[in-house]
């Protein structure tokens, strides 16, 4: 006989996938409505969140009530732990999609210099994280959630190097400024988009191996040795 918990816990799965889903999907619609130039659909990312919202309330009061019905131990209870941060960062990253789309719609176009801009590179890389972030949970892969961790610097590179390439563009002529600060805007939420990729694929290692790993090095994390924090003391 299956467990009411058993049940409960397959649901509470089946909507983090579908938020995933659809964060994942507002996520690649904001970029191309940048690389598309098209505002109807920059506008369609705005009007979609409210669908992700609805996920982020039915994913919460689950969890409540699995808590409240339930006693899980194991690996339910690491579930159900990250499911809540999960689920918030996957909330957060359906707001990222709606900045992004409201920058671009400020912009109305790509402006000359784009090019010169490191976004398709920090695109790639967003696409990249949400994308293994999320098939790391579905996979139950502590191995994908690693290649995410460890992007996480390169998408810190990137906006970096961005940041100046726009600065020095905005330098060199005083109508570049309005563009360059709305790209600038984009560049940083793809940059923040990184952070909480990284947040959702901590959460995967927690599940699958048991270990936390936030707010640590993946130099240590990852390494051979078993030096790790101790080697600090």
């Known amino acids: ?79 159900i732990m990250s499911a809540i941060t999960m689920d918030t960062n996957l909330e957060r990253i359906g707001d990222i999609a709606v900045n992004m789309a409201e920058h671009y719609i400020e912009m109305g176009k790509k402006p000359s210099f784009f090019n010169k801009t490191k976004f398709d590179e920090m695109a790639e890389l967003s696409r990249f994280m949400i994308k293994y972030s999320i098939d790391a949970f579905v996979d139950g892969s502590a191995e994908l959630a690693r290649k995410v961790i460890e992007s996480d610097d390169k998408m810190d590179n990137l906006y970096a190097d961005n940041r100046k390439i726009l600065i020095d563009i905005m330098k060199e002529d005083k109508e570049n400024i309005e563009p360059a600060v709305a790209l600038l805007g984009i560049s940083r939420q793809m940059e923040r988009l990184g952070d909480l990729t990284t947040n959702i694929a901590e959460d995967v290692y927690f599940i699958v191996e048991a270990q936390v790993i936030k707010h640590k090095y993946e130099k240590y994390l990852f390494s051979d040795d078993d030096e790790g924090e101790d080697s600090e003391n």
């Open 1 to 79: 006989m299956e467990r009411i918990l058993d049940v409960h816990i397959e649901k509470l799965r089946k909507r983090l996938i579908k938020m995933c889903s659809l964060v994942d999907e507002q996520v690649d619609l904001s970029i191309k409505a940048i690389e598309d130039e098209n505002l109807e659909l920059a506008n369609e990312v705005i009007e979609r969140d409210k669908k992700v919202d609805k996920y982020d309330v039915k994913i919460e009061k689950m969890c409540q009530k699995i808590f409240a019905l339930n006693q899980p131990v194991a690996m339910d209870l690491r579930l």
